[in-house]
C-alpha cells in the first residue's frame, strides 16, 4: 500500500529523495488524523447545541424537519427564529400557510415542547427543568463525550496502524515509529482533553439553575 503512494508522491516530482516523500506520507497521516479528530470534536459540539438545557435554545430545531411541498426542508430555512424572552422562542414563518405544517413538525419531533401560535407567529416556551430531569440530562451529556472519545481513539488506531505499516515495509525506522507514536497520542490527548472541558461546560449550563 504504502509503496504505492510512494510511487504517487514521487512521480510528481523526480528531484525528491526518498526521506522526503516519506515525510510527506507521514504528513499526511498526521494531516487526516488531525481533520477526523475534528470532525468527532464538532460532531460533539453540535449535539449539544440541540439539548435542552431550560433556556430559550434555537438550535433545538435544527434536526427538525417540515414537509414543504413534499420536500422536507429544515426550520431554519423556512422562518426567522429568535429568542423573546429567556424561555421564550418566537418562531416567525415566512410563508404563513406553512405555520400549521411547521407545528406539526415540531410536535412529532422529541424536542418535547408544545408549540402555541397566533396565526403569525409560533412560539415555544421552555419548562423550568426539575433537578431530576437535569440529572438525566448530564447523563447524555456523559454518553456522548465517551463516544466522541471513542471515536477519537479509534482514530488514533487507524493512524498508529499505518505508521505500523510504514514500519514493517522499511519506510520508518524503530526510533521514528517511537517518536510518531508519541506525537499521534499527544494529538489525540490535546482533542479528548477538549472533548471533556465541552462536557463539563454543557453539564454545568444544565445544572444550573
Keep these: 500500500m504504502f509503496q504505492d503512494v510512494f510511487f504517487e508522491i514521487a512521480k510528481k516530482d523526480v ?8 515525510n510527506e506520507m507521514v504528513d499526511e497521516i498526521f494531516s487526516n488524523c488531525k481533520e477526523d479528530l475534528e470532525k468527532a470534536y464538532l ?13 430559550a435554545n434555537p438550535h433545538i430545531l435544527d434536526k427538525v424537519m417540515v414537509e414543504y ?4 426542508t429544515p426550520i431554519v430555512q423556512m422562518a426567522t427564529i429568535t429568542v423573546s424572552e429567556a424561555r ?17 413538525a415540531i410536535s412529532q419531533s422529541d424536542i418535547g415542547i408544545t408549540p ?33 472519545k471513542i471515536a477519537m ?16 515495509d ?11 507514536e508519541k506525537e499521534v497520542q499527544k494529538l489525540i490527548d490535546k482533542y479528548t ?17
Design 193 to 209: 482533553d477538549m472533548a471533556d472541558k465541552l462536557a463539563e461546560d454543557k453539564e454545568a449550563e444544565v445544572m444550573r439553575v
Design 153 to 168: 481513539r479509534n482514530v488514533r488506531r487507524d493512524a498508529l496502524d499505518m505508521l505500523k505499516s510504514m514500519k514493517k
Design 69 to 72: 411541498y413534499g420536500v422536507p
Design 15 to 22: 528531484v525528491k529523495t526518498k526521506g522526503e516523500v516519506m
Design 116 to 148: 402555541t401560535d397566533d396565526g403569525k407567529t409560533i412560539r415555544l416556551a421552555f419548562p423550568i427543568l426539575t433537578e431530576e430531569r437535569r440529572k438525566e440530562i448530564v447523563k447524555t451529556v456523559k454518553k456522548l463525550c465517551e463516544e466522541t
Design 88 to 104: 421564550i422562542l418566537n418562531i416567525n414563518v415566512w410563508d404563513v400557510s406553512q405555520i400549521k405544517n411547521v407545528e406539526k
Design 43 to 55: 460532531h460533539q459540539q453540535n449535539e449539544y447545541l440541540v439539548i435542552r438545557a431550560g433556556r
Design 170 to 180: 522499511g519506510e520508518l525506522s524503530e526510533d521514528e515509529l517511537a517518536s510518531n
